[in-house]
Structure formats: structure tokens, C-alpha cells
């Protein structure tokens, strides 16, 4: 295989981890109430540090690498410029999401919708951003 398709793949598993585990994590924070949420978000939290963080890393670098090889396609593509506006937005999202569930384990009083729509909207964007990885090189060129 080569260097492209191993690149491609840590991108594939880290953007897997990185969602899967802030929707998660997201969603497991929310369920509960009163001091189980604290006792949940401090799991969840550790969590999203062992997970989606590592994960979030290895979507960045495999992207960044492929990127780097494909430097002038990749340039003059409006998708792409679209695609990691999108995964910025993801990535801020989350340190949100780890700092709100960081509260949340210190006792502060975090509401649950927040966390669920929190992990709702990764989910869609990291959708739409699958979307554009697919269709955009398709209808662009």
C-alpha cells in the first residue's frame, strides 16, 4: 500500500474516534442527573481525553500530511478550503465540549441539552465535511 492510502487511513480512524467519541461522550454527560452527572462527566471527560482528543490528533496529522502531498490540487480546490474551515469549527467545538464537561465534573451546574446539542452538531458538521471529502473532488473536479 501506499504512503497515500496509510495516510488516508489514519485520517479515516481518527476522524472515527474523534466523533465517535465526543458524540459519546456528549450524550453519556447529558443522560444523567444531579451528582450522577458529575460522577459521568468526570468518566466522560476521561473519556474524550483518551479518545476523541487522540483521535482528533491523528484526523489532523494524516490530514495535514495528505494535504501536504497534495499541495497544489488541494489549493486550487474550494471544497477543500470549505472542509477544513469545518473541521476547525469541529476541533473548537470540542475543546468546548471538554471544557463545559470539565465543569460539569467540578460540580457546576452544566445543562443537559447543552451537551447533547453540542455533540449533535460535530456530528453534523463531520457529515457534511464526509460529504464534501466524497462529492466535492466529483463535482469540482
Not at 48 to 54: D, E, I, M, Q, S
Not at 92 to 98: D, P, R, Y
Not at 102 to 107: E, I, K, S, V
Not at 117 to 123: A, C, E
Amino acid at each position: 500500500m501506499t504512503v497515500d492510502v496509510w495516510l488516508r487511513i489514519a485520517h479515516i480512524v481518527g476522524v472515527v474516534l474523534w466523533i465517535g467519541g465526543a458524540l459519546s461522550v456528549a450524550l453519556v454527560a447529558a443522560a444523567a442527573e444531579g451528582e450522577a452527572r458529575r460522577s459521568l462527566a468526570t468518566v466522560a471527560r476521561s473519556v474524550a481525553l483518551k479518545v476523541a482528543t487522540p483521535g482528533m490528533v491523528l484526523a489532523w496529522l494524516g490530514g495535514l500530511a495528505m494535504f501536504a502531498l497534495h499541495l497544489d490540487g488541494y489549493l486550487r480546490a474550494g471544497w477543500m478550503h470549505g472542509k477544513i474551515t469545518i473541521a476547525l469549527v469541529v476541533a473548537a467545538l470540542t475543546g468546548v465540549l471538554s471544557g463545559k464537561l470539565r465543569r460539569a465534573a467540578q460540580g457546576e451546574e452544566v445543562k443537559p441539552g447543552t451537551l447533547r446539542t453540542f455533540g449533535i452538531v460535530i456530528v453534523v458538521l463531520a457529515v457534511l465535511n464526509v460529504v464534501l471529502a466524497l462529492a466535492g473532488p466529483l463535482l469540482m473536479g
